[in-house]
């Protein structure tokens, strides 16, 4: 089957930082773009990052710029996303999700695998 397993993910304290893991299984992640998107109790899923399958040429929203890094190791067949100076309203439930068509875009209709989520808690 063709899956996204995520890892990483927890509680942290604001400042903190974590580093999460999108790993393909059962296809080439490389020929992907991917994005990681996060959806926070009560408010509808927001896309944050994305990576493309062109050049790795990538992508991040406002609120996350300078802070959030997403990078691509082919060799591993994984994308990571590493979140640097945590706030608390980074807290979310953080999906990672691939598209085949390979837009720069944070549109989720556009992604066709998705991880399974992975929770993010920032907080004293």
């Known amino acids: 089957q063709e899956q996204l397993v995520q890892s990483g993910g927890g509680l942290v304290e604001p400042g903190g930082s974590l580093r999460l893991s999108c790993a393909a299984s059962?296809?080439?992640?490389?020929?992907?773009?991917v994005a990681w998107f996060r959806q926070a109790p009560g408010q509808e899923r927001e896309g944050i990052s994305c990576?493309?399958?062109?050049?790795?040429?990538?992508h991040y929203i406002d609120s996350v710029k300078g802070r959030f890094i997403i990078t691509r190791d082919h060799a591993k067949n994984t994308v990571y996303l590493q979140m640097n100076s945590l706030k608390p309203e980074d807290t979310a439930i953080y999906y990672c999700?691939?598209?085949?068509?390979?837009?720069?875009?944070?549109?989720?209709?556009?992604?066709?695998?998705w991880g399974l989520g992975t929770q993010v808690t920032v907080s004293s």
């Open positions: 999700a691939a598209d085949s068509i390979g837009l720069i875009t944070l549109i989720p209709d556009l992604y066709d695998h």
């Open positions: 990576i493309s399958r062109e050049d790795d040429t990538t």
């Open positions: 059962g296809f080439s992640l490389s020929r992907y773009s």
